[in-house]
């Protein structure tokens, strides 16, 4: 069994950033793609970023140059550092780990607004 727990979202002016925290748990027994999603009211589950075993990460356009997605020490876990936010970003933000199935955490809100 695998288990994903989030940590870091909140509510957070524009310009602002957040840091966001997930720790993978159970049986992985190697290093996989771990990476972000979000869901914004009303719109489809959209990926934001990931980062593969060999470290390269992707990332959604409309995030390039202000996210950064990166792996703990520990490599089960990885980190999503949201620079200069927008209420655009609002969304729940779920962490993922693809093994042979997609596990997904529970997901965590994430609020811009002034």
């Known amino acids: 069994q695998v288990q994903l727990v989030e940590s870091g979202g909140g509510l957070v002016q524009p310009g602002g950033s957040l840091r966001l925290s997930c720790a993978a748990s159970?049986?992985?027994?190697?290093?996989?793609?771990m990476g972000w999603y979000r869901q914004a009211p009303g719109k489809q589950r959209e990926l934001v970023a990931n980062?593969?075993?060999?470290?390269?990460?992707n990332y959604a356009d409309s995030v390039k140059g202000r996210f950064t997605i990166s792996r703990g020490n520990t490599k089960n876990t990885v980190y999503l550092q949201m620079n200069r936010l927008t209420p655009e970003d609002t969304a729940v933000y779920y962490c993922?780990?693809?093994?042979?199935?997609?596990?997904w955490g529970q997901g965590t809100q994430v609020t811009v607004s002034s």
């Open positions: 159970g049986s992985i027994f190697s290093i996989y793609t």
């Open positions: 980062i593969t075993s060999g470290d390269n990460t």
């Open positions: 993922y780990l693809q093994l042979a199935l997609k596990y």
